[in-house]
Protein backbone atom coordinates (compact mmCIF):
# COMPACT_ATOMS: atom_id res chain seq x y z
CA UNK A 1 0.00 0.00 0.00
CA UNK A 2 3.12 2.42 0.16
CA UNK A 3 3.53 2.17 -3.54
CA UNK A 4 0.01 3.38 -3.80
CA UNK A 5 0.90 6.31 -1.32
CA UNK A 6 3.87 7.23 -3.28
CA UNK A 7 1.94 6.88 -6.98
CA UNK A 8 -0.92 9.35 -5.52
CA UNK A 9 1.69 11.79 -3.97
CA UNK A 10 3.15 12.17 -7.47
CA UNK A 11 0.14 12.29 -9.01
CA UNK A 12 -0.57 15.30 -6.59
CA UNK A 13 2.49 17.15 -7.33
CA UNK A 14 1.90 16.51 -11.17
CA UNK A 15 -1.48 18.30 -10.66
CA UNK A 16 -0.25 20.94 -8.69
CA UNK A 17 3.26 22.40 -11.01
CA UNK A 18 2.55 21.25 -14.38
CA UNK A 19 -0.01 23.84 -15.46
CA UNK A 20 3.09 25.87 -15.73
CA UNK A 21 5.58 23.94 -17.36
CA UNK A 22 2.47 22.68 -20.31
CA UNK A 23 1.10 26.12 -20.75
CA UNK A 24 1.69 26.35 -24.77
CA UNK A 25 3.26 29.65 -26.87
CA UNK A 26 1.24 31.86 -28.13
CA UNK A 27 1.82 32.73 -32.20
CA UNK A 28 1.10 36.21 -32.73
CA UNK A 29 -0.10 36.62 -36.37
CA UNK A 30 1.51 40.33 -36.86
CA UNK A 31 -1.23 42.07 -38.72
CA UNK A 32 -3.64 39.58 -38.22
CA UNK A 33 -5.11 38.98 -41.60
CA UNK A 34 -3.55 41.91 -42.82
CA UNK A 35 -0.12 40.27 -42.10
CA UNK A 36 3.17 42.21 -42.16
CA UNK A 37 2.08 45.38 -45.09
CA UNK A 38 1.99 48.87 -45.37
CA UNK A 39 -0.38 51.30 -43.97
CA UNK A 40 -1.29 49.44 -41.29
CA UNK A 41 -1.95 49.86 -37.10
CA UNK A 42 0.64 48.04 -35.64
CA UNK A 43 0.71 49.80 -32.86
CA UNK A 44 -2.92 49.14 -32.08
CA UNK A 45 -2.62 45.50 -32.85
CA UNK A 46 0.53 44.94 -30.38
CA UNK A 47 -1.58 46.91 -27.39
CA UNK A 48 -4.64 44.56 -27.79
CA UNK A 49 -1.71 41.71 -26.95
CA UNK A 50 0.15 40.46 -24.45
CA UNK A 51 3.91 38.82 -25.51
CA UNK A 52 5.25 36.78 -23.13
CA UNK A 53 8.99 34.88 -23.64
CA UNK A 54 8.40 32.01 -25.23
CA UNK A 55 5.93 33.46 -27.47
CA UNK A 56 6.61 33.89 -31.28
CA UNK A 57 6.05 36.50 -34.20
CA UNK A 58 4.90 35.25 -37.11
CA UNK A 59 5.28 37.77 -40.16
CA UNK A 60 3.42 36.73 -43.40
CA UNK A 61 3.22 38.53 -46.44
CA UNK A 62 4.27 38.22 -50.16
CA UNK A 63 8.06 37.32 -50.74
CA UNK A 64 9.70 40.01 -52.14
CA UNK A 65 7.48 42.10 -51.67
CA UNK A 66 8.66 42.90 -47.93
CA UNK A 67 11.41 42.08 -45.23
CA UNK A 68 11.55 41.87 -41.70
CA UNK A 69 14.60 43.53 -39.52
CA UNK A 70 15.11 43.45 -36.23
CA UNK A 71 16.18 46.78 -35.29
CA UNK A 72 17.20 49.09 -32.13
CA UNK A 73 15.36 51.42 -30.61
CA UNK A 74 16.97 54.59 -32.64
CA UNK A 75 16.81 52.04 -35.91
CA UNK A 76 12.93 51.83 -35.28
CA UNK A 77 12.37 55.58 -34.19
CA UNK A 78 14.33 56.85 -37.51
CA UNK A 79 13.32 53.67 -39.93
CA UNK A 80 16.96 53.14 -40.58
CA UNK A 81 18.08 49.43 -42.18
CA UNK A 82 20.18 47.65 -39.65
CA UNK A 83 23.87 47.55 -40.83
CA UNK A 84 25.48 44.06 -40.81
CA UNK A 85 22.10 42.31 -40.29
CA UNK A 86 20.22 40.10 -42.32
CA UNK A 87 16.85 40.83 -43.17
CA UNK A 88 14.04 37.98 -42.59
CA UNK A 89 12.75 37.35 -46.12
CA UNK A 90 10.51 34.13 -46.83
CA UNK A 91 7.06 35.57 -46.68
CA UNK A 92 6.41 33.57 -43.48
CA UNK A 93 8.96 34.60 -41.05
CA UNK A 94 8.78 32.99 -37.32
CA UNK A 95 10.63 34.67 -34.54
CA UNK A 96 10.75 33.32 -30.99
CA UNK A 97 10.38 36.00 -28.23
CA UNK A 98 13.57 34.48 -26.29
CA UNK A 99 14.10 37.33 -24.05
CA UNK A 100 12.01 39.99 -22.44
CA UNK A 101 12.07 43.77 -22.87
CA UNK A 102 11.31 46.21 -25.29
CA UNK A 103 11.70 44.37 -29.33
CA UNK A 104 11.54 46.47 -32.70
CA UNK A 105 10.91 45.56 -36.08
CA UNK A 106 10.47 47.32 -39.20
CA UNK A 107 10.56 46.33 -43.00
CA UNK A 108 13.56 47.55 -45.09
CA UNK A 109 12.05 48.21 -48.26
CA UNK A 110 12.50 52.04 -49.20
CA UNK A 111 9.81 53.98 -48.12
CA UNK A 112 7.74 50.96 -46.10
CA UNK A 113 8.90 51.97 -42.96
CA UNK A 114 9.07 55.62 -43.17
CA UNK A 115 5.84 57.00 -44.78
CA UNK A 116 3.87 54.02 -44.90
CA UNK A 117 4.06 52.64 -41.01
CA UNK A 118 5.34 49.39 -41.48
CA UNK A 119 6.71 48.93 -38.23
CA UNK A 120 6.21 47.17 -34.94
CA UNK A 121 7.45 47.61 -31.08
CA UNK A 122 6.19 45.37 -28.74
CA UNK A 123 7.30 44.76 -25.43
CA UNK A 124 7.96 41.29 -24.26
CA UNK A 125 7.43 40.03 -20.41
CA UNK A 126 8.11 37.00 -17.92
CA UNK A 127 5.96 34.29 -16.99
CA UNK A 128 4.38 32.88 -20.14
CA UNK A 129 5.37 29.73 -21.86
CA UNK A 130 9.26 28.44 -21.38
CA UNK A 131 11.18 28.50 -24.21
CA UNK A 132 12.25 25.49 -25.08
CA UNK A 133 15.16 23.80 -23.98
CA UNK A 134 17.25 20.56 -25.25
CA UNK A 135 15.22 17.70 -23.34
CA UNK A 136 18.01 16.19 -20.94
CA UNK A 137 18.82 12.58 -20.73
CA UNK A 138 15.60 10.99 -19.01
CA UNK A 139 16.33 9.88 -15.48
CA UNK A 140 15.62 6.00 -15.26
CA UNK A 141 12.34 5.33 -13.17
CA UNK A 142 11.91 2.63 -11.25
CA UNK A 143 9.15 0.19 -12.57
CA UNK A 144 7.03 -1.36 -9.62
CA UNK A 145 6.59 -5.07 -9.35
CA UNK A 146 3.01 -6.04 -9.45
CA UNK A 147 2.20 -9.17 -7.55
CA UNK A 148 -0.81 -11.24 -9.30
CA UNK A 149 -4.05 -11.11 -7.35
CA UNK A 150 -4.39 -14.07 -4.65
CA UNK A 151 -7.83 -14.89 -5.90
CA UNK A 152 -8.58 -16.56 -9.12
CA UNK A 153 -10.05 -12.73 -10.62
CA UNK A 154 -8.67 -12.27 -13.80
CA UNK A 155 -6.33 -9.42 -14.36
CA UNK A 156 -8.44 -6.88 -16.86
CA UNK A 157 -6.41 -3.80 -18.97
CA UNK A 158 -7.98 -0.78 -18.92
CA UNK A 159 -10.06 0.29 -22.26
CA UNK A 160 -7.89 1.74 -24.97
CA UNK A 161 -8.02 5.44 -24.54
CA UNK A 162 -8.43 5.91 -28.49
CA UNK A 163 -11.84 7.66 -28.14
CA UNK A 164 -11.29 10.15 -25.79
CA UNK A 165 -13.10 13.49 -26.80
CA UNK A 166 -11.23 16.38 -29.08
CA UNK A 167 -11.28 18.90 -25.29
CA UNK A 168 -9.13 16.07 -23.56
CA UNK A 169 -6.51 15.98 -26.52
CA UNK A 170 -6.09 19.98 -26.53
CA UNK A 171 -4.80 20.19 -23.41
CA UNK A 172 -1.67 18.73 -22.37
CA UNK A 173 -2.17 19.30 -18.31
CA UNK A 174 -5.41 17.19 -18.51
CA UNK A 175 -3.97 14.38 -20.49
CA UNK A 176 -1.06 14.33 -18.25
CA UNK A 177 -3.32 14.49 -15.22
CA UNK A 178 -5.35 11.74 -16.51
CA UNK A 179 -2.54 9.35 -16.96
CA UNK A 180 -1.16 10.01 -13.78
CA UNK A 181 -4.65 9.34 -11.86
CA UNK A 182 -4.82 6.57 -13.73
CA UNK A 183 -1.72 5.28 -13.15
CA UNK A 184 -2.26 5.59 -9.53
CA UNK A 185 -5.68 3.69 -9.95
CA UNK A 186 -4.02 0.63 -11.57
CA UNK A 187 -0.98 0.57 -9.22
CA UNK A 188 -3.56 0.79 -6.00
CA UNK A 189 -5.70 -1.55 -7.38
Known amino acids: MASGNFILVVAAILAVFLP?????ATE???????GWTI????????????????DSLVFSYTKGHH??????QTEFKDCIVPTGKKPFTSGHDTITLATPGKK???CGIPTHCSEHKQKLAITVVEGGAPVPA????PAPVPVPV??????????TQPDSPTSSAYGILKSKYQVLTVAAVALAIILIA
Not at 20 to 24: G, N, Q, S
Not at 67 to 72: F, S
Not at 134 to 137: C, D, E, G
Open 20 to 24: AATMA
Open 28 to 34: HWVGGKS
Open 39 to 54: NYDYPAWANERVFYVG
Open 67 to 72: NVYVAN
Open 104 to 106: WYI
Open 134 to 137: PAPA
Open 146 to 155: LTPPATNTPV
